[in-house]
């Protein structure tokens, strides 16, 4: 747990570069239309390491995080590398999907990173424009952060 720690204390520390679009999202044409294409956003940007796209598809009925003024961009840059850490994947399969309460969707997924596969429940919900991955269970998906890939 305390190499855990100090790894993602450097991992914050260390300087990320993003890119500032225009807009303040996806724009109707790219927009996920419903919550399997945002959780494929969500894992994609993970597994790219894309600090912007993952900000753009994690969020709330209000909208993507990275436009939410209630954390400051440092706490949401740290939050995002946390994310990457432990989401981090080699695969995915989606095993369930099923409506959750409020209207949003509970997608059970199956992440394979390396030799390991750990499955937990991703949440959805439906924002003004499209649908967003609004939490995930990050307990049983703890050691993949840990773990390293086989070279």
């Known amino acids: 747990m305390r190499k855990l720690f100090i790894g993602l204390l450097l991992l914050a520390a260390c300087k990320t570069t993003t890119t500032?679009?225009?807009?303040?999202?996806?724009t109707p044409a790219t927009a996920p239309s419903g919550a399997r294409p945002a959780l494929d956003?969500?894992?994609a940007a993970i597994r790219a390491k894309d600090l912007q796209a993952l900000g753009g598809a994690w969020g709330d009925n209000t909208g993507a995080i990275r436009d939410n003024k209630r954390i400051s961009r440092d706490e949401?840059?740290?939050r995002e590398l946390l994310l990457m850490c432990y989401f981090n994947h080699d695969s995915?399969?989606?095993?369930?999907?099923?409506p959750a309460a409020g209207g949003e969707r509970r997608m059970t997924v199956s992440l394979t990173k390396g030799t390991l596969t750990r499955t937990t429940d991703f949440f959805l919900v439906s924002g003004p424009s499209r649908w967003y991955v609004r939490t995930a269970g990050m307990e049983a998906v703890r050691d993949l952060c840990a773990k390293k890939s086989p070279s």
Do not use: I, Q, R
């Open 92 to 98: 995915y399969k989606v095993v369930d999907d099923v």
């Open 41 to 43: 956003e969500f894992l």
């Open 76 to 78: 949401l840059e740290k």
């Open 20 to 26: 500032v679009n225009p807009t303040s999202g996806p």
